[in-house]
């Protein structure tokens, strides 16, 4: 068992030994016990909480961050919890990223190779785009492409891969924001800062190529069955069928992993950005008038709503409706309606 905080703040805040505690009491009664334990607590020092508070207090960020995770150590000391201080680590240590940058050079020198159903090194398949083993697409030969083109060939086939996605950029802030966190209004719910469409520049990982092998390797962990299957989810891989839609004229390609539930299908949602939705409006719920001749056919008169059970109050000579008045009757006063006498009992004061 491991914890993994952010020391971004001054200290610890009351979710922090919310969740320690528990580990922390599972961790005793297993030693307890007889087991072997490691329960230890890391600190995920890099990122953006850490860099925003380094913005707000003007100090440089590894300062900041080792002078918080010392506070953090001392307060979870004084709270008693049994980490191993030996199993410590901080993601700012040049100790630790320094191998997390070699697993990206890794990653990013290799491509998948399905035939061999391995991952195999980057400079191999060059040398099958260079031999002509392996055809170029495109049709060109690796020769007479740029230095640019080369990279954009190789980009399709490495497992780490570099492509442009939009993303909400917040100036004020100085990061990316996820939708959750832009108002109606396009602005930064932390800070009311305003929010634009940008293009970011990113990493991502090929990891569905490796869909197949993950999916037939995980049978054969000893793991809990509902881990496997959240890791089945987080995969993704999926099986099914493509359908088309012909609608005027277009026709619209959907992936559905449920083709029998189509027939029961009421309506189709496209996204603002697809080919179709631009040049194809949706159309309302009537229909436009025709056009014939110089004058347009005007649109059929709606029936007219079915009149009231209560016939109207008889018009004055003046064509408003003469306004209702109380009977002079008895003295007896007027017993409240339903709507008054719930506003009464809600206004009143209730005892006990």
């Known amino acids: ?199 970011l520049r990113q990493w991502n990982m090929r990891i569905t190529a490796y869909a197949d092998r993950l999916l037939e390797d995980l049978e054969e962990l000893d793991w809990p069955e509902a881990i496997k299957l959240q890791q089945r989810n987080w995969i993704g891989r999926s099986e099914g069928a493509r359908v088309d839609f012909p609608i005027d004229g277009e026709r619209i390609t959907v992936f559905t992993t449920r083709p029998d539930t189509l027939f029961g299908a009421t309506y189709m949602v496209l996204a603002r950005s697809t080919r179709w939705s631009r040049s194809s409006p949706p159309r309302s719920g009537r229909r436009a008038p025709t056009r014939r001749g110089p004058a347009a056919t005007p649109p059929r008169p709606r029936p007219s709503p079915p009149t009231a059970r209560r016939p109207p109050p008889s018009p004055t000579s003046s064509g408003r409706p003469r306004p209702r008045t109380r009977p002079a009757s008895s003295s007896a006063p007027t017993p409240p309606t339903r709507s008054t006498a719930s506003a009464s009992r809600s206004s009143s004061p209730t005892t006990s």
């Open 1 to 199: 068992m491991d914890m993994f905080p952010y020391p971004s703040g001054a200290g610890l805040h009351v979710g922090h030994p919310l969740g320690y505690i528990a580990t922390d009491v599972f961790a005793r009664f297993q030693r307890m016990t007889g087991h072997n334990v490691l329960h230890t607590l890391g600190f995920d020092a890099f990122g953006l909480p850490a860099e925003q508070y380094a913005v707000q207090t003007g100090t440089h960020p590894r300062v900041s961050t080792e002078a918080n995770i010392k506070n953090m150590q001392s307060q979870l000391r004084r709270l008693g919890l049994g980490h191993d201080k030996r199993r410590s680590f901080a993601t700012i240590d040049p100790d630790y990223y320094k191998w997390t940058q070699w697993i990206f050079l890794q990653i990013f020198n290799s491509w998948y190779d399905e035939e061999a159903r391995r991952a195999r090194p980057i400079d191999e398949l060059v040398a099958q785009f260079e031999s002509g083993e392996r055809p170029v697409p495109g049709g060109r030969a690796w020769s007479e492409l740029s230095h640019r083109e080369r990279a954009d060939v190789l980009g399709e086939y490495r497992l780490a891969y570099a492509s442009d996605a939009p993303v909400n950029w917040c100036p004020g802030l100085g990061t990316v924001l996820a939708n959750e966190e832009v108002t109606a209004e396009g602005r930064s719910e932390r800070g009311n800062f305003p929010v634009f469409k940008a293009k």
